[in-house]
């Protein structure tokens, strides 16, 4: 059974050709058409390099390109592969999909963890208020009083121990009742958990 090395030289000494000529023909170096008819794979480029010269060989020799490579395939050892031990690829970063997964996954998580911690954190604190009217000290003139002011949307509020309706801004008004002995005014906010916010305003009432 003809190798390909012995196929290559035998055509080419049926051709009368020397390496010299061979090299010129076909820009192969000598030393490479030499090593390729004695299958010295050692002293040749990679395996695409050596598929390249053998087709440039073949059509300057008038050889079968098909049947050339395959004898090629056949005939060429596999190459061995150089293990490193110890890859230098620590210092090397690498972006993969299953790297953006785990850290789209981490952001969505850390968002709902978020948004829970914010939700508990607002659940379990005393409700905002903010009480707009009547200021500290404000003289009333006539049997009602304006009283006006905001809280939380969920919050529930009374004017002097009555309920007050909340707007769905959180704010709130009402115009209360007022005696001429009344002299101070309570707003109470009380959130769902039952925490309260208290603020009182001293009125006079003429």
Do not use: C, H
């Not at 098909?66 to 090397?92: C, E, Q, S, T, W």
């Amino acid at each position: 059974m003809k190798t390909i090395g012995k196929i290559l030289r035998e055509a080419r000494i049926e051709k009368r050709y020397s390496t010299i000529r061979l090299e010129n023909l076909t820009r192969i170096k000598k030393d490479f058409i030499e090593a390729i008819e004695r299958e010295n794979w050692d002293a040749l480029p990679p395996f695409p390099t050596v598929l390249g010269f053998v087709k440039s060989l073949t059509g300057e020799l008038n050889l079968p390109e098909r049947n050339v490579v395959a004898v090629l395939k056949r005939d060429y050892p596999p190459k061995k592969l150089n293990i490193n031990p110890k890859p230098d690829v620590g210092g090397k970063f690498i972006w993969s999909p299953r790297l953006t997964f785990l850290i789209g996954s981490g952001i969505v998580l850390l968002i709902i963890f978020g948004y829970l911690i914010f939700q508990y954190v607002r659940f379990i604190s005393p409700p905002n208020l903010t009480v707009i009217s009547p200021r500290p000290d404000q003289v009333a003139t006539q049997n009602t009083i304006l009283v006006t002011g905001t809280t939380d949307t969920d919050a529930k509020i009374t004017v002097n121990n009555q309920p007050v309706s909340v707007n769905e801004d959180g704010s709130f008004s009402v115009d209360l009742d007022i005696a001429k002995n009344t002299t101070e005014i309570n707003i109470t906010a009380v959130s769902r958990s039952g925490k309260v916010t208290s603020i009182s305003r001293k009125i006079i009432v003429k």
